[in-house]
């Protein structure tokens, strides 16, 4: 997933997976047109399912991606992540959920 951003950075993602219970597997630099910077992220966790990138590594569950990124919305409430353009637009489409 890829996240936009003007705050967080590697600890503070590595910290919001912790919170997930989930694992980082890859964190990428990446640029962005609309925040400082922007990070592409992959969770590994307690899925079932394996991950599309590695086959040693089980995917995060949903659940696990909810909570990581309301723990990144906390601190920064404009990041756009994925299909969510900001913390409004993910607790609309998460049903407030997390």
Known sequence: MRIHT?????PTIRHA??????RV???E??????????FEVNLSGN??????N???EYAATY???GVFLAALYVIEPTMKAGPYR???DFRAKTHGAY
């Open 6 to 10: 003007n705050i967080a950075d590697g």
């Open 17 to 22: 997976a912790y919170l997930a219970d989930a």
């Open 25 to 27: 597997f890859r964190l």
């Open 29 to 38: 630099a990446k640029g962005s047109r609309s925040h400082s910077m922007a």
């Open 47 to 52: 899925s079932p399912r394996r991950t599309q």
């Open 54 to 56: 590695d086959r040693d």
């Open 63 to 65: 659940d696990q991606w």
């Open 86 to 88: 900001n913390v409004a």
